[in-house]
């Protein structure tokens, strides 16, 4: 391999790692989002579900 192609190489591998934890940090994000809409609709039914 040349220097060039090392370079290239090692910048790929550093630009795919970063897109991986770009990945994986969204799909925490949309958990979490998730996780509070359930919690939220759960207890909005709650509230509205109780007898008068």
Same mark, same amino acid.
């Given at each position: 391999?040349?220097?060039?192609?090392?370079?290239?190489?090692?910048?790929?591998?550093?630009?795919?790692?970063? /897109?991986?934890?770009?990945?994986?940090?969204?799909?925490?994000?949309?958990?979490? /989002? /998730?996780?509070?809409?359930?919690? @939220?609709?759960?207890?909005?039914?709650? /509230?509205?579900? @109780?007898?008068?």
């Amino acid at each position: 391999m040349t220097l060039e192609e090392v370079f290239k190489f090692v910048e790929a591998n550093e630009a795919g790692k970063r /897109s991986a934890t770009r990945l994986v940090d969204s799909h925490a994000v949309d958990a979490a /989002s /998730s996780s509070y809409k359930r919690t @939220k609709s759960a207890s909005y039914t709650q /509230s509205h579900n @109780k007898p008068l």
